[in-house]
């Protein structure tokens, strides 16, 4: 697969490609656009009022109920990928692209057994509010921090940068005012609200959103069944004329198929603006419920990421629509053409709101990596983290901004090397290293420079053009499965420090 292919399926949330999607400015979608902003807008500066201190801009105070969490980690986790670059992604492979996101029950129960009560629970012995924090609070490592900071401030600013495209070119379908003006409305309407309410306005306008998107899905998935015959319509339609597509595998090879299962499963437990999320939760004992609530969520969302896909499938082999020249049009030719125009106006508007709150999270860890993460590790802290943490979310938020605009196809790659980065820096250090006592310092510096290493050299070359890996290996999983074996074989080698690797509290975090 090219960078863009492998872009739409590993840097969740953005569009695969900088192609524009077909203009849809309608009164009636502009309206819905402009009260679901005007919502958005209002949530932030209640949001706003909330946040005094640098521990509720980062954490939300510890103050966030099971219901919205849950509709956050859903909001975060699918953005606008399950709407508008999934379904093509599903029209163009198959059922192949179910794999994607088969893993979401097994992730969220592993998320809870592994990291979330260890991380809240951390929060309090420690006063941690960030993922290196813990990094840096488990090994007993500023540089283990500095280097996980660092990791995580390139990769937010990449994938912001995707994401901030994929805003632009919704809010140009939208309002047909270009590229550029949709790619700094966006931005602007989206900082408005994270420099002030920080996290807790990124919460709430997930909730809002993610409570919408949950019903409009599931109205789609309806109309879906309604314009193909059903699902036995649609399953006999594209059986005629793609038998392949409807096999286990998709268009996929088996090994591409289980390698998305692998990187997206164990992967999801490295991405910061989920799993930072779990500082949050008000109380623990709430987490044994966290993976059904949070699966069941993803599921409902998610009938309209394999609805249209088939659907748009079925009608486009039976000749009821043109074959697609670009798969991400799949949702906005099925909206406009076989879904009220109302419908069709509420997702168009929720695809950008879901947008901006997954640039939003991205804003929060960035600015926390650049003012907390990066200093601590250097010995020092700023004073007034609040008003610096503001800061660097704006400066953050322009650069990456202009990195969207200008950088052309540059972008896919930085999305790729993105969420790659956030696995293999994140996941042995974090996922293995909060439930693994033999995990040494050693170790967890040795992982998260392999995973930073090989992430980048293999992603530029790959870039350039220069490599390539056989059908079915991708560069997030490899990086992944050596940052692993790496963590393993240093933390071996070096396993008589593991004791005084760990203090006494954060033994008992990992025990409870």
């Not at 198959?94 to 629970?121: Q, S």
């Not at 390539?468 to 992944?480: K, Y």
Request: contains cysteine; aromatic residues 10%; proline residues 4%.
């Amino acid at each position: 697969m090219g960078v863009a292919a492998v872009s739409g399926l590993l840097a969740v949330g953005a569009l695969p490609q900088a192609q524009e999607l077909p203009h849809v400015v309608e009164p009636t979608i502009v309206w819905v656009a402009v009260v679901y902003f005007a919502v958005v807008t209002a949530i932030g500066a209640w949001a706003t009022y909330r946040t005094r201190t640098a521990g509720d801009f980062f954490v939300a105070g510890k103050g966030i109920g099971l219901a919205a969490l849950s509709l956050s980690v859903m909001s975060a986790t699918l953005s606008g990928f399950a709407f508008i670059g999934g379904p093509g992604l599903v029209y163009s492979i198959g059922l192949g692209a179910m794999f994607i996101i088969l893993p979401a029950a097994l992730t969220n129960a592993m998320g809870a057994w592994v990291l979330a009560k260890r991380l809240r629970l951390m929060a309090e012995v420690r006063r941690t509010i960030t993922l290196p924090d813990a990094i840096g609070a488990r090994f007993r490592s500023p540089a283990a921090q500095g280097l996980a900071g660092v990791s995580i401030l390139v990769a937010v600013i990449g994938y912001m940068a995707t994401n901030i495209l994929a805003l632009g070119l919704v809010i140009d379908a939208v309002f047909g005012i270009g590229l550029g003006w949709g790619i700094w409305l966006g931005m602007g309407i989206t900082m408005a609200y994270a420099v002030g309410g920080g996290i807790v306005a990124g919460i709430y306008t997930d909730v809002f959103q993610g409570s919408l998107m949950a019903v409009a899905s599931v109205l789609v998935f309806l109309f879906t069944l309604q314009a193909g015959g059903g699902l036995d319509g649609i399953s006999l339609t594209i059986l005629e004329g793609d038998p392949e597509f409807l096999g286990p595998w998709g268009h996929l090879t088996p090994l591409a198929a289980l390698s998305f299962f692998f990187v997206f499963g164990l992967g999801s437990l490295g991405q910061p603006h989920v799993v930072h999320k779990f500082f949050m939760l008000r109380d623990p004992l709430k987490l044994r419920w966290y993976p059904l609530v949070t699966t069941l969520a993803l599921i409902i969302t998610m009938l309209l990421y394999f609805g249209v896909g088939v659907a748009v499938k079925a009608l486009t082999v039976e000749g009821a629509m043109a074959p697609l020249a670009n798969p991400d049009n799949a949702t906005p030719l099925f909206l406009l053409n076989y879904t009220p125009l109302v419908l069709a106006a509420l997702v168009f508007s929720g695809v950008a709101a879901a947008i901006m709150s997954t640039v939003n999270s991205f804003m929060n860890i960035g600015a926390a990596a650049m003012m907390h993460d990066i200093p601590v590790s250097l010995g020092k802290r700023i004073d007034n983290e609040l008003l610096w943490g503001r800061i660097c979310t704006v400066l953050i938020s322009v650069a990456a901004a202009l990195l969207a605009q200008y950088s052309g196809m540059l972008v896919a790659f930085l999305g790729v090397f993105g969420w790659g980065l956030f696995a293999s820096t994140l996941v042995p250090a974090l996922a293995i290293g909060l439930n693994w006592e033999g995990a040494t310092r050693a170790g967890a510096i040795a992982s998260i420079s392999t995973g930073l290493v090989i992430t980048l050299v293999f992603e530029t070359m790959a870039f350039f053009e220069l490599y390539s890996f056989p059908v079915g290996v991708t560069v997030a999983g490899l990086s992944l499965v050596l940052s692993i074996l790496v963590f393993f074989g240093v933390s071996y080698l070096t396993r008589h420090t593991a004791a005084e690797t760990l203090d006494p509290d954060i033994r008992v975090v990992m025990e409870a």
